[in-house]
């Protein structure tokens, strides 16, 4: 059993750590909201038709309902606006933001109606954590020249707290008993919503298959096959069969991951800059994780990236 845990744990690991470089390769010739809405269509109805054969029940209308508001600010808001700022800025770049989840969470939990309050530790991992992201993002004076735009890096930020409120609102959610059934709602439900976006910015209108190369194809299939089914399916078998403790680790791995494959496969920059960024970040991401009050509040976030 304990081989087979770390096999599934570096699979998650590996597999989603890589999404973002996937997605920096798919939309170098497919626009960002339209790969999205095409691989979550694919791998939503897959996940969905197989959960169903395999027995899951129908689900209800309430079950529908959850699913949309989660496939919209999961994968619209989350995974679609990560696409768009991966044309301005490296994927290891988007990582890192995308890295701030569980801090958003730490403070959507506090200002909800309900909520629960930060830890002390909590609060100085936020307070570290957010210094990080201005070194990564703000004014030279911060850490040397940045060299990628601070619009897209401020989308990516947006996506990270819409990803945030959609885990929050999941968390009490009426949902089916199947996590992979209810992954393929959610999919399936924001890939509509991805495809509205992408119609109404002109994305489709112009998009043209004969210019897609090669290599964004390549990106599109691995998004689909293993960042959207192999990913979830592994992180869904952990979850029933690894300690949460262990399993989470995959929050601060991923951005590593990502980091070095961005430069490693595509030539992005390890600047001084970004190196020392991902190290205050992904620091605080393990402090406010191990910081959290006891009980069920969680701040892992759904990963869908």
């Known amino acids: 059993m304990k081989t087979k845990i770390w096999v599934a744990l570096l699979a998650v690991y590996l597999v ?31 996940l969905f038709a197989w959960r169903r054969m395999a027995g899951d029940p129908v689900p ?32 290891g770049v988007a990582a890192l933001l995308v890295a701030t989840i569980p801090m958003f969470m730490v403070l959507v939990e506090a200002l909800r109606p309900g909520g629960v309050r930060p830890t002390l530790g909590q609060v100085v991992g936020l307070l570290i954590g957010f210094s990080g992201v201005i070194v990564l993002i703000g004014p030279a ?16 930020l947006f996506a990270a707290f819409l990803w945030s409120l959609g885990s ?82 995959y929050a601060y791995v991923n951005p590593i991951v990502a980091v070095l494959l961005g430069n490693l496969f595509a030539q992005e920059k390890l600047s001084p800059r970004i190196l020392l960024a991902a190290l205050i970040i992904v620091g605080s991401v393990v402090l406010v994780n191990l910081a959290k009050k006891p009980g069920p509040l969680s701040i892992e976030p759904e990963e869908v990236v």
């Open 168 to 249: 929050i609102y999941n968390r009490n959610a009426d949902l089916p008993k199947s996590t992979l059934l209810f992954t393929g709602m959610e999919m399936l439900m924001g890939s509509i919503g991805l495809f509205i976006v992408s119609g109404l910015k002109g994305e489709i209108s112009q998009f043209q298959i004969a210019a897609v190369s090669t290599r964004s194809l390549l990106g599109l299939l691995y998004l689909i096959t293993f960042g959207s089914l192999i990913g979830f399916t592994s992180y869904a078998w952990l979850l029933r069969n690894a300690p949460v403790s262990l399993v989470s680790t």
């Open 16 to 46: 989603w750590g890589s999404t973002y470089l996937g997605i920096r390769f798919a939309i170098e010739t497919i626009p960002p909201f339209l790969q999205a809405a095409i691989r979550f269509l694919i791998s939503g109805t897959f």
């Open 60 to 91: 209800t209308r309430g079950q529908w309902r959850s699913a949309i508001i989660v496939g919209g600010l999961l994968l619209v808001g989350g995974n679609g606006l990560i696409s768009l700022s991966e044309t301005k800025i490296p994927s």
């Open 141 to 156: 004076e911060f850490g040397g020249v940045r060299e990628f735009s601070l619009i897209s890096g401020g989308i990516a």
